[in-house]
């Protein structure tokens, strides 16, 4: 037990990366998302041409592949950066990227009379998506949100793989130095599960906030 | 037609054609609308009545001729002409003489009732949010919902809805009403409530609306004027007891005695 207690420092100095590799990229990945998920509905193609591009090449390749990219490859163009921002940036641009089709789709999926409403009230097309449109689709945009952010969550385990000693590269350092696989793994396991938890429980109670049928 | 206003309609079409792809829907449709009249439109499912009403409120393009709103042009496209393009700017401030009642309701579903109602007056009339709702209250209690002010759409019956509807087009005092098929989607008793609004409304405003209805005996008693229509064409037109009692057409009389007979 006390062997636990030495193990904790350097897990929750991993658990603290993870937090900030999940919420840095949380903060990427939406403004992503709703960028590119409305530049996708866009007929104008200077819009939907990169999204789809971005989209595309995100969802495509690996995100260890891009992981590389941005860490081993880009300094030799010149864009040098720490292996913590290139984590940041490659994961959130990767759940950005799946976002876009989430914010997409729920767009599309508010019926078009409602466009066909604020059309007759007079709304502009800025205003129409504003305050008719984003806020019904931001309820559908929800529930498959808070899957994409737990995917995130357990996506940042790959960032080890840029030297960057989270959760899981801390625990593998420990497993090294001491061998207690079941003990570390085990911690972890629950580490992951307790967090992946929390968002459940966020998403649910944005859900009810915002949830429209209130009868 | 009366002589009140003769120089100026409000609504006026001319040599209008719209096709959806192969199906033509209005061909050479000639028709103007005095200011203050109340007129029905009436004919059979796809005889293009409702693409009338979503022509004048923006919502529909058209392939040729013309249309003009108080004596202001909303469309004018040459046969086989591109659609020329209208500055938003012009298109809007057009748009904002007429409102547009829809069968569907299509109330905003995340607003309450009053916001519903106000959203619009706040955000593209630019008035101020207690004026708006002063105005709003005003209109709720014309139509009998004073007391569903905070309700959800979701909480209210569709006649409930459809009136909420018509109060949130009319706090956008608009100069022309559009009702397209407003209560085909209610129940007989609901639809009922709604028709009583609209008599009401139709009474005690000088606007000029515009309505498409299969009901054949509100139109008659709301109506001074109908237009019966079939495959994108007027077939007749004229007084409520001209077409009812006395059709010199033999397609309308064949249409009103199977409707007629159906109700």
Same mark, same amino acid.
């Given at each position: ?28 990945a ?62 959130g641009?990767n759940i950005g990227?799946y976002g ?48 994409l952010?737990?995917?995130l ?63 | ?152 759409? +979701? ?6 809805? /459809?009136?909420?509807?018509? +109060?949130?087009?009319?706090?956008? /005092? ?30 005690? &405003?000088?606007? &000029?609306?515009?309505?498409? &209805?299969? /009901? ?35 397609? &309308? ?11």
């Open positions: 037990m006390s062997e636990i207690f030495g193990w904790l420092p350097n897990l929750l100095s991993g658990l603290k990366t993870t937090l900030l590799l999940t919420v840095g990229a949380t903060f990427v939406c403004p992503m998302a709703l960028a590119a998920g409305l530049a996708r509905l866009s007929r104008n193609p200077f819009f939907y041409g990169p999204a789809v591009c971005y989209i595309e090449v995100f969802r495509g390749t690996s995100a260890l592949i891009q992981l590389f990219w941005f860490y081993y490859v880009l300094p030799h163009f010149g864009f040098q950066m720490e292996a913590l921002t290139a984590g940041i940036l490659v994961l641009l990227a876009a089709e989430v914010v997409r789709g729920a767009v599309q999926s508010v019926p078009r009379e409602q466009y066909e409403a604020a059309k007759a009230l007079n709304f502009s097309k800025m205003q129409t998506m504003k305050k008719i449109i984003l806020p019904q689709a931001f309820v559908a945009i929800l529930p498959p949100a808070g899957n952010l737990i995917e969550l357990k996506s940042t385990a790959l960032v080890s793989m840029i030297t960057i000693t989270e959760l899981t590269f801390k625990g593998q350092m420990l497993r090294a130095s001491t061998l207690k696989s079941t003990e570390i793994f085990g911690i972890i396991l629950i580490l992951y599960f307790l967090l992946a938890l929390s968002i459940t429980h966020g998403i649910r109670k944005l859900e009810r906030r915002f949830s429209y049928v209130k009868v | 037609m009366s002589n009140k206003n003769a120089l100026k309609p409000a609504i006026h079409m001319q040599k209008v054609c719209k096709s959806f792809g192969k199906l033509a829907v209005l061909k050479d449709l000639n028709f103007e609308i005095q200011p203050s009249r109340k007129v029905a439109l009436i004919g059979p499912s796809g005889s293009g009545k409702s693409t009338i009403l979503r022509i004048l409120m923006t919502l529909e393009s058209i392939d040729s001729g013309r249309v003009m709103i108080d004596e202001e042009v909303l469309y004018e496209v040459k046969e086989g002409a591109p659609p020329p393009h209208l500055a938003e700017e012009h298109v809007s401030k057009i748009r904002a003489k007429v409102g547009m009642v829809f069968q569907s309701f299509n109330l905003f579903p995340h607003m309450s009732v009053l916001r519903n109602i106000t959203e619009a007056p706040v955000h593209v009339s630019r008035i101020s949010k207690e004026e708006a709702e002063a105005r709003a209250l005003e209109f709720l209690d014309l139509v009998g919902l004073k007391n569903k002010v905070n309700a959800y759409p +979701a909480q209210l019956s569709g006649g409930q809805k /459809q009136r909420v509807a018509i +109060a949130r087009a009319l706090a956008m /005092q608009p100069r022309i009403m559009l009702f397209d098929e407003i209560t085909s989607a209610l129940d007989p008793e609901l639809a009922a409530e709604v028709l009583s609004v609209l008599r009401n409304l139709a009474r005690t &405003t000088d606007m &000029t609306m515009l309505l498409v &209805t299969h /009901q054949m005996h509100f139109a008659q008693e709301f109506a001074d004027r109908i237009i019966f229509m079939e495959h994108g064409t007027i077939v007749e037109e004229g007084s409520p007891e001209k077409i009812f009692q006395q059709p010199k057409e033999e397609r &309308t009389r064949s249409f009103l005695k199977t409707v007629l007979e159906a109700t």
